[in-house]
């Protein structure tokens, strides 16, 4: 049975020593040389510190190519012309899935072509050296941002190299992304991980901890979203990380974004260990775009206002050319530009909304309820349970294609184009929050004159990026109807 108890250093150890066997390039860690070589970096370069002491929202867009010198300039571009104040490292889908050989091809062919035939940066193929390399030719704190269920190789590799701060968790990085990963495979996995993170803490080099806000990207429920990142962070904080960011994808909604930031931070505060340091990180929207880049510029303003308003510790940013799908530097560039003018302009302005308190409580009390029945079907183990809740369908991401997900939960928009849930499944929530989401997407309903299904949500999914927030049917766009919570 999995348990959250911290892995011994003989497991971590023994865990190393196997994967050693999955890659030749992991034959170059060694911790000890590892962490004098943290120390020679300088403090601009220490992730956490950077991020912990900054004074306005930090910004960092996503990037990944296949070739060394290509990410080198990629980033470098990011930060000269765009401004970035993080880096990403973006890592290539084959990595993700632990198939280094397929990775290992596609880079040779990269470098024998000149086109970039991965859709990221293999690091674990690159090894330590060109993971050092990248760390030492670029002028900001670089991130591993990925994707993998899996990533204790990637882990070893990247720790060692120099990265200071990672991407993911056993939750975010596998029920949104795969289908027959289990998850108590998973937590053990990325115990390793974390365990690995908190033993560089101790000897001096703090690893940032990032788990994946966003999960599907798709009208997530804050309550839901929220309840995974606490966990998460516990899980975290368990082996040891005392760095922790805790993220959340915007749905578009100013009062609930603004809303579900602050409980993001507040639950964070309440439910981690005094010793552990929590940061927040909005994700600008991770759905659909416009085609149009005028209109996809829109969007992101709006991601910028938000943070304004909210102050997250950081902003993963969007580009112009998210319809397209990998943007160029320039629109990258370009996304980060956007983004700081709005948030700069804003944070001299004291912006005062009504709602944001009501809605903010709101989410907190859902959240509570689903870490509470959590911490319960666990008897206090937050592992064991996670899992049960998963498997009774108590605990539930909407859209994902996890066989250890019940996938019963819907979400939809109210008049107000908050996110509200439409079908429950057995997502641990009381009656009485079940009963006013219910009554807002009845109010809804009939202001659209049509009954609460799911062509609502299917509708709401496609919204903005046909120019509008809410899916109305007939694309009009009634006044809100206003009101608390």
Same mark, same amino acid.
């Given at each position: ?13 023994? /865990? ?18 590892? &962490? ?7 403090? +601009? ?45 973006? !890592? ?64 070893? /590799? ?34 390793? &991980? ?12 703090? !690893? ?17 979203? !929220? ?30 974004? &603004? ?10 505060? +309440? ?81 005062? /909304? ?64 908050? &996110? ?12 009485? !929050?079940? +009963? /006013? ?49």
């Amino acid at each position: 049975m999995t348990r959250d108890k911290r892995l011994p250093e003989s497991e971590l150890q023994r /865990i190393a020593s196997d994967l050693r066997d999955d890659w030749p390039t992991a034959e170059a860690v060694e911790f000890t040389e590892a &962490v004098e070589y943290h120390g020679t970096l300088p403090a +601009e370069k220490r992730f956490a510190e950077v991020l912990e002491t900054a004074d306005r929202p930090l910004l960092q867009p996503r990037a990944g190519v296949p070739r060394l010198r290509d990410q080198i300039e990629l980033l470098e571009g990011l930060r000269t012309e765009g401004g970035a104040d993080l880096l990403p490292t973006t !890592i290539d889908s084959y990595t993700r899935d632990n198939e280094y050989a397929k990775a290992q091809e596609g880079l040779e062919e990269a470098r024998e072509t000149g086109e970039d035939t991965l859709n990221g940066f293999p690091a674990v193929n690159h090894g330590v050296d060109g993971c050092r390399e990248l760390i030492e030719s670029v002028g900001a704190p670089v991130e591993v941002r990925h994707g993998t269920p899996d990533a204790r190789l990637l882990a070893m /590799i990247t720790f060692a190299g120099g990265f200071q701060s990672f991407e993911g968790g056993p939750i975010s990085y596998n029920i949104p992304y795969t289908k027959r990963r289990d998850l108590a495979q998973t937590i053990e996995q990325w115990q390793f &991980v974390d365990r690995l993170a908190g033993l560089y803490t101790e000897f001096g080099v703090t !690893i940032n901890r990032e788990p994946f806000g966003p999960l599907t990207g798709t009208l997530v429920p804050p309550c839901i979203a !929220i309840a995974v990142m606490v966990v998460e962070g516990l899980l975290s904080a368990t082996q040891g990380v005392k760095s922790l960011t805790l993220g959340y994808g915007q749905v578009g909604t100013l009062v609930q974004d &603004v809303a579900a930031l602050r409980a993001l931070q507040s639950l964070g505060d +309440e439910y981690l260990p005094d010793d552990v340091t929590v940061t927040t990180v909005f994700h600008e929207w991770m759905g659909g775009f416009p085609p149009d880049e005028a209109r996809a510029n829109g969007v992101i303003g709006l991601g910028g206002a938000t943070a304004a308003i909210a102050k997250p510790d950081k902003v993963i940013t969007k580009s112009p050319q998210e319809f397209r799908g990998v943007p160029t530097m320039e629109a990258n560039a370009a996304g980060l530009r956007t983004t700081r003018q709005l948030i700069d302009m804003l944070l001299e302005q004291d912006v005062q /909304i009504d709602g944001i308190d009501a809605e903010q409580e709101f989410i907190e009390r859902s959240t509570r309820a689903l870490l509470d029945t959590i911490l319960e079907r666990g008897e206090g183990d937050v592992a064991r349970g996670t899992i049960r809740a998963f498997e009774t369908g108590e605990f539930d991401v909407p859209f994902a294609p996890s066989e250890s997900a019940a996938g019963q939960v819907l979400p939809a928009r109210d008049d107000d184009g908050r &996110v509200r849930i439409l079908e429950f499944g057995d997502l641990a929530l009381p009656d009485e !929050i079940r +009963e /006013i989401h219910r009554t807002k997407l009845d109010t809804r309903a009939e202001t659209e004159g049509r009954e609460p299904s799911f062509k609502m949500v299917a509708d709401d999914v496609d919204a903005i990026s046909e120019g509008r927030l809410i899916g109305r049917p007939d694309g009009s766009n009634p006044a809100p109807s206003g009101g608390d919570d």
